[in-house]
């Protein structure tokens, strides 16, 4: 309920934007009509006398106009310059965090693919998931559970910007086929909360 009244307020906070925006810029249209427009053609339109009357209003107008309008163009420039460095920026902090990993969250990424799932259940307060999270390599999507004696869990999954960095060299996986015996090593690696929270999500019949 409160994310529909949440989605609700926003579209009505874009529409009231976009409704602002349009008027603006019909404010600017207009008052540079008026003032810019040849007299022959204002005189036909019965607006020479209107033009000239009232000249400063229409030149405060015009000035109002252009500025707010000026003013989100470069906003929107400025936003679009922030979200490029802010994407290069965690694309930075993922690719350091592969090269760093610790044996815990490699088998946790690990996981994943064992379990040929997307999406994980996993325990919040874990280091291994924490970790992993802040560095955005592992996203929350939310699912959020909370028991009176076990650990909160949630369901995670790898970020797309996480995945182009995750390889079987970077996870440790045998080159080919597994033997027995790696086959053996990976379950044993595997965290130890993996067991009771990390099961692959199943579809109720």
Known sequence: M??????????????????????MLWLALACAALLFAPNALLTSLSLNEFS??????????????????LTQILSYFLDEAIS???????????????????????????????????ILTLPEQELAVKSLLKAGILECIGNQKHYAIQAST??????????????????????????????????KARPHFVHSFAAPRKQAA
């Open 2 to 23: 409160q994310n529909v009244a949440f989605k609700f307020t926003s579209l009505k906070m874009m529409s009231a934007k976009k409704f602002f925006f349009t008027t």
């Open 52 to 69: 000239q009357q009232y000249a400063h209003f229409i030149g405060l107008g015009l000035i109002i106009g252009a500025a707010y309008l």
């Open 84 to 118: 490029y460095l802010s994407d290069k920026r965690s694309v930075e902090i993922i690719e350091e965090k592969v090269k760093l990993l610790d044996p815990t969250e490699r088998a946790l990424l690990r996981e994943f693919f064992l379990q040929g799932e997307t």
């Open 154 to 187: 949630a369901d995670f999954k790898i970020s797309m910007r996480a995945r182009v960095h995750l390889n079987r060299q970077v996870l440790r996986f045998p080159v080919g086929e597994p033997s027995a015996e790696e086959m053996k090593n990976l379950i």
